[in-house]
């Protein structure tokens, strides 16, 4: 049973950082301003049961918008930026520049790592629009407010000096004075920027004017909504919401856009610029003038951001990589030398999954990309992947230098210390591409690397040195220090072979798991006989590197591919990816048929004992269209966790969270998660996550405690977000983290009656509540009643007898008689309840109520003999 997500729709929708709209909401003193707002607000085409969202811990990704200041690491004619999926925003003295990433119409969701890699990542067309106020103060000053914990580094080029670490965050800023007796303030809202026109008693909102540079068109359409017109696309501006707060009431204010005529400048261009049209009002008191900028018509469909590889610490807290889009100010003030690039991002966040440590880019002048990520008991953190740039940083590095970027790129290594810096990092790669696919570290912060390499003059050191041609996998290791390299060998035989994930046990020894076209791949055991046109393999290598364990292929006829590998403590593996092939070895499956192999895939999750000679289970996890799993987790109890991608709207569900997809039938994805029981015989949980549009899972990783922790990306506005650090979709793709937890049910062992003892109210009916249930993980408890009994018969009047002694069923609350016998020995009441969280944890349990004869005796229960509801 779920517990709850903690979601980045990482909320953890992993926005880094969200989409743009502008509004304003007061956060100045209210005698003193006056304010104009647009806050537009999406409905959800998502609907869940009641009980779903409860049953999602956290939604970590769609963190809050941020303010970073600049302290150096660009032009400094700008004081504070923040950045955000395919968009970023520059504030200066002379105005605030928006740089607009233009949509990629080729993205799709591929099928796999290696469709992804196998070619270098196209280069966007980027808008650059300057809004700047008309007749202002020309030397504004410019503040931060509300610093936030988290810090931002950016490790971005070769040059050291520009490295910049532990930069402050805030969540507003302020341009003060910007008009006589007018503010304007910019902060985040629900992952969009606003800004605030905060004008002051007095002042005169009617000389605030901007201008657009950069834009092709400026009208108010018929919802009194400003469109701004670019090259490729458009930007809308809702209407003004303006108001004024007079004696803790807010007061409307009608006011509207205003357009001028626009304006020839001397290169020949045209200069739209607007204001506000505000009715009368209250001069005495502020006014908020609160307009929202919505990027989202002009951004769907582009690049963005996305969560590649999670993993998490013995404390809870939550690491993540991935590829983000990089945006810089242009200091020629021209958009033309924008590389249309991404950075690496690794995010910490908190056990709690309310608060980001630390954010930190890495990367060049090209595309680079965080495919995995690990962490050692010290905190430290080592990512791999793959990168483009020539000037990518390097420190402490093996290999200082790519061998064929920007051409080719090479994969590469990068270790950051517990507060986010870079420790070392690497170039790994030859003369051709080179992708880092996979990263796990063994107990004394040895790296292991495995990924794809297409060079035959990579690095290779040991067991197979020979580049088999077509592409090979690879796998390396590296010592503690990043100085030197412990082993690196090739993987591989005369066709395509690419390794995608690696696990390393307490001995060293690393397993691997890829897929491979080769008919001559390295072979020692179990299926030695490659099946189809691809197969999986999964390959055991002992800790000096220099000879197989074990190695064997996995697959049927068809496309099989592996893309993730854990390993328990005993050293079983356990192994997933998806199958095109009907015939995929199953063993005690749960599910032995493929659903409509080879048209659709399934994923697979497949058990391989210790000495790799025998599968322990294997069994098909999918329904009738694509199923493909990114990513698997096991814990200490041999619980497997897998999660991918659907687009089966009979994928097999189990106390599901979501309990079917969304938009598959629209041919759109949603991400699963499933796990399956020690014995591999039966699914735990089961369940869809996503919205409308593609959402996919890309990693998994899973706590001491069994809590699983994923990451992966959502083009969904309606993904479901839940107590997430922000729940707001920033636009195109963006990653996302979510933290499932099975929920533990309420405990009614130490329940109790609210009154226990009734000495007064003779004959009266008494309300009882049930107290003191405890729940494990501090959800809300509900109580029904669902009995009452009593130890003596009712011996009233016979025109009392249509009343009950006891009532209340069905409801929270019981309600008994104070009756009293002249003798006896008191009556005893039980009332029998039930206690339920909603999300399907409930227990239930009885507890007694004495009357007694009088305030001096007690009760003796004589057996609950008679139905005290009856009359």
Known sequence: MFKRISTCLLGCVLAFYPFFGISAHT?????QELIIETSAKKSSDLIIDKTTTNRIQKTYGKFPLHFIRNTGQIDKKVKFYERGSGHATFFAKDGVYLMLQAPNPDFQIPKNRHAITASKAKTLTPELLKLAPVGANKNPEIVADDKQKGKANYFIGNDPNKWRTSIPTYK???????????????YGNNQQMEYDLIVKPDANPSQVRFSYEGIESL??????????????????????????EINGKRVQINGKFKVFQPLHTANGHLLFSYGFQVASYNKKYPLIIDPVLSYSTYLGGSDSD?????????????????????????????????????????????????????????????????????????????????????????????????????????????????????????????????????????????AYITGETYSDNFPVTSLNTIFGGGSDAFITKINSSGSAIGY??????????????????????????GGTFSANFPTTGLY??????????????????????????LGGGMYDDGWGIAIDASGNAYVTGWTYSADFPTVSPIQGICNNCPTYSDAYVTKINASGDAVIYSTYIGGSNEDWSYGIAVDASGNAYIAGLTVSSDFPVASPIQAACIDCSNSYSDAFITKINSLGDSIVYSTYLGGNGWDWCSSISVSASGDAFITGGTEAFDFPAVSPIDGVFGGVYDAFVAKIRENSPPNCIGASASLPIIVNNNNDMTAISILNIIDP?????????????????????????????????????AWIRAERFNNGDGRVYQISFTASDGIGGICSGTVNVCVPRSKDSGCIDDGQLYDSTIP
């Open 27 to 31: 956060g100045a003193d209210e005698r």
């Open 172 to 186: 507003s800023i302020i341009y003060k004075e910007l008009y006589k007796g007018i503010d304007m303030k910019f």
């Open 219 to 244: 009208n108010i359409t018929g919802d009194g909504d400003l469109e701004v017109g670019l090259k490729q696309g458009k930007l809308i501006q809702e209407r003004p919401y303006i108001y004024q």
């Open 306 to 446: 996305t969560g590649q590889g999670i993993t998490v610490d013995a404390s809870g807290n939550v690491y993540i990589t991935g590829a983000t889009s990089s945006i810089d100010f242009p200091v020629t003030g021209s958009s033309s030398n924008f590389a249309g690039a991404s950075d690496v991002f690794v995010t910490k966040i908190n056990a709690a999954g309310n608060t980001i440590e630390y954010s930190t880019y890495i990367g060049g002048n090209m595309s680079d990309d965080g495919r995995d990520i690990a962490v050692d008991a010290s905190g430290n953190v080592y990512i791999t992947g793959l990168t483009y740039s020539a000037d990518f940083p390097v420190l402490s590095s093996i290999q200082p230098i790519c061998n064929s970027c920007p051409t080719y790129s090479d994969a590469f290594i990068v270790k950051v210390n517990a507060s986010g810096a870079v420790a070392y990092s690497t170039y790994l790669g030859g003369s051709y591409y080179d992708f880092g696919n996979g990263i796990a570290i063994d107990n004394a912060e040895n």
């Open 488 to 513: 690196s060998a090739y993987l591989s035989g005369i066709g395509w072979d690419w390794g995608m994930d690696i696990s390393v046990d307490t001995s060293g020894s690393a397993y691997v798991t």
């Open 528 to 553: 030695t006989g490659f099946a189809g046109w691809s197969d999986a393999f999964v390959a055991k290598i002992n800790t000096a590197g220099d000879a197989i364990i074990y190695s064997t292929y």
């Open 777 to 813: 993980d501090l959800d809300t408890v509900s109580i029904t009643i669902t009995g009452i009994t009593q130890d003596e018969p009712v011996k009233r009047s016979a025109s009392d007898k249509r009343f009950p002694d006891g009532s209340g069923i069905g409801t929270d609350t």
